[in-house]
């Protein structure tokens, strides 16, 4: 068994956008005048991290391995954009006044290559919370909704409470009875995530609960990455192949903060006499609308035609992981 500690101290230099951004005079005198403008601050202290790690292996057999690893870091001195007071008007600076905290632990299970075959898993619970995520976190909500800087922690942009990942690795030796398999190398690697949390809101954009307070649905993806190694007289070819989202499963990374769905935005249906009736000789018909092509857009059909535009208006592809993905490729040897 091998049981180890590390304690570390470590420091950052702040982003560079915290320390320069609108830092000539002139820009800034321009900045202020126009208000709730961001301006860097050269005297920005480097970001610290405090860090603790337990970490215990446990060899169980010649090919298979345990372990397990908690860690616990403390973040001091995230930049944050805090609103000075000025005449003529306000403007926003960076300053050192955002903590994070960061704590887990880590349980995995390895066994390296034998018989033609390796395989690991890795389970992986976490806790981030902070003050802010990122710089701008607090000049967005003070822009929008005037709230006064957190004096609470909450649960940070980039909190994945649950996540796995694994792999399955095949190697077949030259020799192996299925020619078509000879010197093919296999490798599968799974991950499921736990989702990322958002911050609800209603259809005014008012805030519904605490910052980050739901969560996005998770998701889980599989790659597959492929190799053949096949000699063609005095050279060696050898064919490459990735194919990423293997079982092309919907992966949400984003969702409308007034629904929690990545394709649709919570909105109201309206009622049926919203619409009015459009005939074949007015200039707003349009034949899409008219499903039964009888040359009348009823009410029905004007609704209708309303939820379709409206649904694929709010439909963003940005929102989903990319699907089912082939890419293949071929490299000589000599």
């Known amino acids: 068994m091998k049981l180890r500690f590390n304690y570390g101290r470590y420091w950052q230099i702040p982003d560079l956008f915290d320390l320069y951004t609108t830092n000539d005079t002139s820009l800034i005198r321009l900045s202020i005048v126009r208000g709730n403008q961001q301006v860097g601050n050269v005297l920005l202290k480097p970001q610290k991290t405090v860090s603790y790690e337990l970490g215990i292996e446990q060899q169980l057999s010649d090919v298979f391995a345990v372990g397990f690893t908690a860690y616990y870091k403390d973040i001091f001195d995230l930049s944050s954009f805090r609103e000075v007071i000025a005449i003529p008007t306000s403007y926003f600076q960076s300053f050192n006044v955002d903590y994070g905290n960061v704590k887990g632990f880590e349980l995995n299970l390895?066994?390296?290559?034998?018989?033609?075959?390796?395989?690991g898993i890795n389970y992986t619970l976490q806790f981030a919370k902070g003050t802010g995520a990122f710089a701008a976190d607090w000049y967005n909500l003070?822009?929008?909704?005037?709230?006064?800087?957190?004096?609470?922690d909450y649960y940070l942009d980039f909190d994945e409470r649950h996540s796995v990942n694994a792999n399955l690795d095949f190697t077949l030796p030259r020799d192996f009875f299925f020619v078509l398999l000879q010197d093919f190398t296999s490798s599968f690697v799974y991950s499921a995530h736990s989702g990322m949390p958002y911050t609800p809101k209603d259809l005014r954009g008012n805030r519904l609960g605490e910052e980050n307070s739901a969560r996005m649905p998770g998701y889980w993806n599989v790659d597959w990455n492929f190799s053949r190694r096949v000699k063609v007289g005095s050279v060696y070819l050898t064919l490459n192949g990735l194919i990423t989202n293997l079982f092309n499963t919907t992966q949400v990374t984003n969702v409308h903060?007034?629904?929690?769905?990545?394709?649709?935005?919570g909105d109201d249906e309206?009622?049926?006499?919203?619409?009015?009736?459009?005939?074949?000789?007015?200039?707003?018909?349009?034949?899409?609308?008219?499903?039964n092509h009888d040359g009348l857009i009823t009410r029905v059909e004007r609704k209708q035609d309303y939820l379709i535009a409206t649904r694929d208006f709010y439909r963003c592809p940005i929102n989903y992981n990319d699907g089912f993905k082939a890419l293949f490729g071929v490299g000589i040897g000599f």
């Open 142 to 152: 003070y822009y929008y909704y005037q709230d006064a800087p957190p004096v609470i």
């Open 270 to 291: 309206p009622p049926l006499d919203q619409f009015t009736v459009l005939t074949i000789a007015e200039t707003r018909y349009s034949p899409q609308a008219d499903y």
């Open 110 to 119: 390895q066994k390296r290559m034998s018989n033609m075959w390796a395989f």
């Open 257 to 265: 903060e007034t629904s929690g769905d990545p394709d649709w935005a």
